[in-house]
DNA sequence: GATGAATGAGGATTCATTCAT
DNA sequence: AATGAATGAATCCTCATTCAT
């Protein structure tokens, strides 16, 4: 809930405010991250920011709000046939979400960070609240799938979307750790998140969809 | 590596040290937390923490030894006969650690910060590697029941182990967001964390478990 | 190198911090100066100071900068015609010297005090870069007159300019103990540092030049 | 003035202390010199030191008292033959208390700090006071060779002591400055202070005495 | 609508000294 | 006589926010 003030501001002008605010809280935690190094960065005043947004939550919030729309319209867009197995489409937009945070490191890292946050008396929970943000789009995946989605019912739906929720966010977490390198390091770097192919990138994504499908047991 | 000042203290002065010092971690991360507030809480001058650490980052470190102790320590005790399944061997594994956390909100809730502290200079990759010592726990399990694990092979251990430990701590999330309490308010209330019954704690745990092991599909 | 917002702040508030500023660092060394003290006297806002200056250590070089360039400027000023002698310019020029500080005691017993500092971490060793400008522009002046100086060539340039500067700086303490008065205790009352007579200045510095110049042995 | 206590203690203790304390106080100035440090390097406990000296300053006054008697004994020694030159006499005094400070480094580092003291109200002008005690012996000096010391009496007795002291100080200024070596570095290395030969020193000192004898002027 | 200087509570850390044992 | 834990005032520095221009 940005003030009029910003929203009236040229559109390249609010570009380049998201840009800076991105990159700030994708690379540090809100507590950590600075308000003056936005101002200074952006080289506005600092009473400025203070025109646009009545605090630093406030910044925040809009961020997380913008964040979240642009990375969910980015799983969506499906092209022309839609795939008609629930895991496979799964992956696809699990693909598709990966792929935006390829091109949207900070937008990306950011969210990362948002998955991290601490509730505290300043933001609430607000990493279970995206996450069940989340949960809901999965349900709604799994209803529309229906009987075809062959999801196995004697675990509740909740335990579930849950489930595939955290296995995401994980996933990034897994890719810091086998192929040791430092996301938010990149994203001070401006150098690209991965240099991992994209085949190689759908590989792993399709052995996670299907320890989430299958399980870790042998069969 | 505290130093002797600390460890000549008498066992309930240290005691009640670490009790309000866990508090302070598990409601605020690292830089949040307040040398100052953990002082005023414990009644002592400011001047006798620095007496006792070297700094906070030695206080931390401190924590995260004893709280990673005594958690794992909580997981091992087995009664006389261990299970000879892998799945059954974690599931009580992992109900022994959810016993522990109940116990000892502060600590889990410590811990569980850990898991989420980003790498900086001042802490380094804390995170990863609490994570990975949790992985090597896992992976040592599986090596233990060998062949009787009956674990897939097409995935490789590392991401099993990965994906084990990942979901583990996501389940404190899933409870959160299925009894609709908050985790938080509970360790500043010094309220035990769940009014929920062993049963039922146990219940959810083998669902989970049954998820690990046979994913999501139905059969 | 203060930062923009002190060199835009209106001039009457930059002497004014100045003042304070030098009054501080005259009467302590660096490490017991007090920022604190500083702002108390000015009656700004702790955080103002670090809007003005990165750290105390900038307000320290900065504070030099300027006596240094003030007290230069004020040895230089020589009137309609400048002494053909080396002997009689050197004395002419310390006595301008010594009148600015009576004038400024402060800017004067905080360059007195950099000429004390020990060599250090923070600070580098400053008392010997200041020493050797000063040394500097002794040597500059003997070359200034050449043949016409009649200065001993058996004695290396070097050892004569340090000379010459040591002997110097130890003129306030020979002051202080002949007359009797405490350099600090004047900067604190603000009052003026000597009740000497402008004549008996120029006596006192006649008679020390003249033991640089012949010595002490009687002819 | 240490307390009994202290000077109850057997000797080797006491000297033990001495050494430990005057390396302290040779290291770092008055206020950053460090009670913690000095007990520390005895491994005495902290309450002890009080039970010797009043305070910090009770200490430093006395390691200046025992400092000074030592370095003005070994001054004395003459051996057999007196020069009977003031000048001689000045220059071997001299030469012997070098020796003195080469062998007792931190003594002389320790002495070198005192005369860079600030007055302060802790202190008052201890620099000051020491001074006056080397002028005095100054000043014995000149009456005790009286008329064949051969010093111009156009000058005041008390400027010509002054000037000396103020030389004889400086001297290791100009050697740090001409040998570029950093005395403070030495002592915490324990290396010997200088590398100079005893000729080389004898050199410049017998050009230090020149100067002060004849001045700087040519002839 | 923009500016940017001013604010002040808060942070971690240091250290001479005290005092009960 | 020795101990060493406890003290607390003091240090520099940070930063979101305010407000007069």
Known sequence: MPKKTF???PKPKQQQFLKVAFEEFALHEYHQASIT?????LGIAKGSIYQYFENKRDVYFYLLEVAGRMRAKAGEA???QTPNDFFQFLAENFIKKIHFDLEHPSISGFLF???QEKNSDELGNIQLKTKMQTMDFVRQLMD???SSARI???VDEEMISYYIVQMQWGFYDYLELKYSFNFREKIKENSPIFDISDDEIEQVVMRFIQLLREGIKRN
């Open 7 to 9: 929203l009236n501001l």
């Open 37 to 41: 190094r936005i101002v200074n960065k």
């Open 78 to 80: 499906n092209g022309n």
């Open 113 to 115: 960070n948002v998955m």
């Open 144 to 146: 529309r799938f229906k």
């Open 152 to 154: 196995r019912k004697d």
